[in-house]
């Protein structure tokens, strides 16, 4: 044996001991914390002047149910236990200032306008029923009140346009259980092992097939998670047009293909063995193939995005400051989120930017699925605005929102966590070059971006409604559809409407329509509408007469009126169109903002239908308008229980106006046709389903005003790029070597409509 051999293996195990000291020193020291930078410092102006746009306060709402019920003269039943024939408060929600009023307010130091609110009113307890709405002011301290439904509808709104309350569902659910079941208790028993806990229901609209009616099909589902997908095959017809509950009735009983006068029809056709029964398998209470727990276990944790000098955005009551972007946001009841005074570099771009409504229109064989068009803002897209779970709705460190709202309530509610605003590196360039020719240079500007999001959860869809700021001047406007799909009982000639989903279970083919308000003041209030294309030529090359060459030239057009601006929904529409200002570039050229719309949609209802002109707006992919405070949306929440007489028709606001020089409105169309599959399957994903709009400055300024932008990176071949004075990224190590401090997780969704 080497005698020196214990000595090398006695130094070898000294560096080894050494070496892994140092590892276990480096790792037991904690990298310090990130810190945030200095806030962005705002305006003390701009905060309190976007106040003006605000929602309601909790105290506010309370003050006008308080004035409401002393001043009116009539008992008010809290909405939540109203029967239909009672009077109660539907909703209370903020009433937007006239344009003209906010904007001598923000830039002619004008008083401030009046803060007032709208309250919806149904008064079912009166010999003339009917849904009156109030403006009642000023707020805090409200002294008046005025009826302003006929200035806005041109009449009174029948009770029976009325959007259905929670309460109505109730009580229909009663009926359902205690008199239509209560008529055929051996089929239920012996089809269905029905115990009046294993069923959930889904209902349809529009309520019939003409103005008065208030008729509703009702589709029975196994009551396990992710019902939507279970359908049994009953489905039971119900007229509750009486104001009086005990009137109501069974009109039609369908099941498995088959259509019964009522329940008690069903059922003796059951005993005698005349019905042909399809027993569905029972599910477990999760839902087996409709559940969403996860089927893999957890493994290595997904990238978390994290900011590592703190948010370089601010959020006051309801005004955001990003780089050169400024705006008020706020949450309407029935349409969801809204923007207003969006400012590029301090100059408005756009007055106001919101949702109108959200429509689906339905196919299948059987009654439910072939006759549902959903209007989801009778519902309200603000009112089922989805609690949000940080690190999967939105990043874990994004800001988290509060919202307040009241409907169907003498009390306000809060939504917790109901709206979340972040910066986003989007993980891709927003412009680069790499330059090997002549000069040696790299150039380039990531692409971060600011979102504000918000998602409304209503029925068995999920909305996720986002609004995007990019450093360049542009703004977006998307909605991305998830969810669980529709579905019907697949019976007959069923795979003519959809794909097959699971034994039983029926995708129905649908439509989805997105349509937005977008009130653009590009350089003023005072725009026109100009559409840049293309066009080949053919022309000889000069230089070789001999020789012909096809080249694109430009088209220029200005539309002058309200129905040269009204372009189809499948119609081809100029590539480049865009709210021209009455002022110039530095290179000559109108300043503009230019619309871009993404859209897959399916086809529209045809024209023929009695009920087209109640979703009018869905006939063009974009309309631009005069702007009028008495056409202030496309829609209205009576539309869908009276799609027959619309009390809001948006294609009358179409006619043949001239739109040169005047305040206009873009109406934008955006939709996509959903034709279900086994990878909707437990519920349908974002990708691929996502429709919306860019607005883009189009020689609005004379250069990019990213270049601008803090986060550029330029080096060239002759210089250090390791060095942080030329290359941020450099500094990455030492000025992002930081841990996020991440709050512990929270949420508040399953208790978040508590009453404050």
Same mark, same amino acid.
């Given at each position: ?66 004035? &409401? ?137 529009? =309520? ?150 959200? &429509? ?72 680069? =070059? ?165 859209? +897959? ?113 330029? +080096? ?39 009453? &404050?």
């Amino acid at each position: 044996m080497n005698p020196k051999l214990p000595y090398i293996l006695l130094a070898g195990a000294a560096v080894i001991i050494f070496i892994l000291s140092c590892m276990l020193l480096s790792r037991g020291r904690r990298l310090p914390s990130c810190e945030s930078q200095p806030s962005v410092v705002e305006k003390t102006g701009s905060m309190s002047q976007s106040l003006v746009f605000a929602d309601l306060t909790p105290e506010e709402m309370s003050q006008v149910v308080r004035y &409401l019920q002393a001043k009116l003269g009539v008992p008010l039943v809290e909405a939540s236990r109203a029967k239909p024939s009672d009077n109660c408060i539907a909703s209370v929600d903020l009433q937007v200032p006239a344009k003209a009023e906010v904007l001598r307010f923000l830039d002619g130091g004008g008083a401030r306008p009046a803060r007032e609110a709208l309250a919806v009113l149904y008064f079912g307890n009166q010999a003339d029923p009917n849904v009156t709405e109030y403006v009642v002011g000023p707020l805090p301290t409200p002294v008046y009140h005025r009826d302003v439904t006929v200035q806005k509808y041109g009449g009174k709104v029948p009770y029976h346009r009325r959007p259905m309350l929670g309460s109505e569902y109730k009580q229909l659910g009663v009926f359902l259980e205690t008199v239509a079941f209560a008529a055929a208790p051996t089929f239920l028993k012996e089809v269905f092992e029905y115990d009046r806990t294993n069923v959930a229901f889904q209902t349809t609209v529009p =309520h019939g097939f003409q103005s008065g009616d208030r008729v509703t099909w009702f589709v029975l589902f196994q009551n396990v998670s992710g019902f939507f997908v279970h359908p049994v095959g009953l489905e039971v017809l119900v007229d509750h047009s009486s104001l009086d509950i005990s009137q109501w009735a069974v009109s039609r009983v369908f099941y498995n293909g088959q259509y019964y006068k009522d329940m008690v029809q069903l059922e003796s056709a059951y005993v005698q063995g005349r019905i042909s029964v399809e027993k569905v398998r029972k599910a477990p209470w999760d839902g087996d193939f409709s559940s969403m727990k996860p089927r893999a276990p957890a493994a290595a944790l997904f990238p978390v995005q994290y900011e590592p000098q703190g948010p370089r955005y601010s959020v006051r009551n309801n005004h955001v400051l990003f780089q050169a972007w400024s705006f008020a946001f706020g949450m309407s009841v029935s349409t969801g989120l809204r923007l207003f005074d969006i400012r590029h570099k301090g100059e408005r771009v756009a007055y106001e930017i919101s949702v109108q409504e959200a &429509l689906s229109v339905y196919g299948s064989n059987c009654p439910a699925g072939m006759s549902t068009r959903y209007m989801d803002g009778s519902f309200g897209l603000g009112r089922y605005t989805s609690p949000l779970v940080r690190g999967v709705d939105c990043p874990y460190l994004a800001t988290y929102v509060d919202t307040h709202s009241l409907s169907e309530s003498l009390r306000p509610r809060k939504g917790k966590a109901s709206l979340c605003i972040f910066e986003q590196n989007l993980g891709s360039p927003l412009r680069r =070059h790499y330059s090997n020719l002549q000069s040696l240079y790299y150039g380039g500007l990531v692409n971060s971006a600011l979102v504000v999001r918000s998602i409304a959860t209503v029925g068995n869809y999920d909305y996720v409604w986002d609004f995007i700021f990019y450093q360049n001047g542009a703004m977006e406007g998307k909605v991305q559809a998830t969810g669980y799909p529709s579905s019907s009982f697949l019976h007959g000639d069923g795979l003519r409407y959809g794909n097959r989903l699971w034994e039983h279970t029926l995708g129905t083919i649908h439509t989805h329509f997105v349509n937005y308000k977008v009130d653009l003041d590009v350089g003023g209030v005072k725009n026109s509408l100009v559409a840049h294309d293309m066009a080949f030529e053919m022309t000889r090359a000069p230089w070789s007469p001999e020789q012909q060459i096809e080249r694109p030239r430009l088209t220029k057009k200005v539309l002058d009126t309200e129905d040269q601006a009204a372009f189809r929904l499948q119609s081809k529409m100029p590539r480049y169109i865009y709210f021209a200002a009455n002022s110039k570039n530095k290179w000559g050229h109108q300043r503009g903002y230019r619309i871009q719309i993404t859209s +897959f949609a399916g086809d529209h209802i045809p024209e023929a239908s009695s009920m087209e002109r109640a979703i009018s707006w869905a006939r063009y992919q974009l309309a631009v308008t005069q702007r009028k405070e008495e056409e202030p949306t496309s829609t209205s929440i009576y539309n869908q229980n009276d799609p027959w007489s619309p009390t809001v028709t948006f294609a009358d606001f179409i006619n043949n106006e001239t739109i040169t020089n005047e305040d206009l409105v873009a109406w934008i169309t955006a939709g996509f046709l959903h034709i279900p599959h086994s990878e909707d399957i437990p519920n349908t994903v974002t990708v691929g389903n996502s429709v919306g709009f860019l607005l883009r400055p189009y020689n609005y300024y004379d250069l990019d005003p990213s270049i601008y932008s803090h986060d550029g990176v330029f +080096f060239t071949s002759q210089q250090d790029f390791t060095a942080c004075e030329t290359n941020p990224l450099a500094c990455l190590p030492k000025t992002a070597s930081c841990l996020p401090n991440f709050p512990p997780f929270t949420y508040d969704g399953f208790r978040n409509m508590s009453r &404050l």
